[in-house]
C-alpha cells in the first residue's frame, strides 16, 4: 500500500498551485491508512478470519508496545470501537488534547482536538481555556497516535465512507486578515478522526463515551462499541 500525493492549494479560493509548469502536489496526512485499508478490503477480510482488533501507531513512537497487553485488556473489558492512549500534557503544549465534545442535541464525540484548536474552543467554556488543574497539568491528556480499533466496526464504519474520514486545512497565513497563505497547503485527514464516523445517526445504535479528563496518570481514552 502507497500513499498518493495530493494538489496544493495556493490560496483560499482553492486554487491548485503550480511550480515550473507542474503541479505541486502534498501529503494528504496519516488519515489516508483508513482509506487504504479499506481499498485493500483488509478490514473485512481480517473481520471475516476472526481477527478483532487492529493497533496503529507512528513509527518515530517505539514505546506504546510496552502498554499493548493493558490496551488490549482495556479495549475488551469495555467493548470499545477505538480506544487512545493519552500522556500527562503541559497546557498550552504542541500536543492534541483527547476531549469528550458535547453538541447541543445532547449528542457526544470522545476525540482528539488539536492544540491550536483547543485553547481558543475552552475559551468559551466555564474553564476560560487550556489551563491546569489541580495536579499541575491540562485536563485533556495528550494523544500520541497509538490507536486501536475493533475490526468489525472499523470494517462498517469504513464501508460506509468509502474509507474516507474527514478533511480540513491548516494554512499558514502570511497577513493578520488571514486572507494569504505564506506557501501553498493541502487538504489533509488525520488517523485519530475515526471516531467522527461514529456518530449515534451513522451507527444506530446508542453510543456513549467515556470522558477524557485527566486525573493524575496516564489513561486510555476510547468510544464505546
Keep these: 500500500m502507497k500513499q498518493e500525493l495530493v494538489p496544493a492549494l495556493m490560496d483560499i479560493d482553492a486554487r491548485i498551485a503550480v511550480k ?15 482509506a487504504l485499508l479499506h481499498q485493500h478490503g483488509l ?22 508496545f510496552r502498554s499493548l497487553c493493558a ?18 500534557r503541559l497546557p498550552g503544549e504542541a500536543v492534541g488534547g483527547i ?63 468509502g474509507g474516507i ?6 494554512p499558514k497565513w502570511a497577513d493578520a486578515e488571514k486572507s494569504k497563505f505564506k506557501s501553498p497547503t493541502r487538504l489533509e485527514c488525520m488517523m485519530q478522526d475515526f471516531p467522527r464516523l461514529c456518530t449515534k445517526a451513522r451507527c444506530g445504535k446508542s453510543w456513549r463515551c ?4 485527566y486525573s493524575g496518570s496516564p489513561r486510555i481514552v476510547g468510544r464505546y462499541l
Design 210 to 213: 467515556k470522558a477524557a479528563r
Design 165 to 170: 474520514v474527514p478533511e480540513f486545512v491548516n
Design 20 to 34: 515550473d509548469g507542474n503541479v505541486e502536489k502534498k501529503p494528504h496526512g496519516h488519515g489516508d491508512v483508513h
Design 43 to 64: 478490514p473485512a477480510k481480517w473481520a471475516k478470519e476472526g481477527r478483532e482488533w487492529l493497533l496503529l501507531f507512528q513509527d518515530t513512537n517505539p514505546l506504546p
Design 99 to 161: 476531549c469528550q465534545l458535547k453538541g447541543a442535541s445532547g449528542d457526544d464525540l470522545t476525540i482528539n482536538v488539536e492544540y491550536n484548536q483547543l485553547d481558543p474552543l475552552l475559551k468559551d467554556t466555564p474553564a476560560g481555556g487550556d489551563v491546569a488543574d489541580a495536579s499541575g497539568f491540562s485536563p485533556y491528556p495528550g494523544n500520541i497516535n497509538v490507536l486501536v480499533f475493533h475490526v468489525g466496526t472499523m470494517a462498517q464504519r469504513l464501508a460506509t465512507t
Design 71 to 88: 490496551i488490549l485488556g482495556v479495549s475488551v473489558s469495555r467493548g470499545f470501537a477505538m480506544n487512545s492512549v493519552a500522556v500527562p
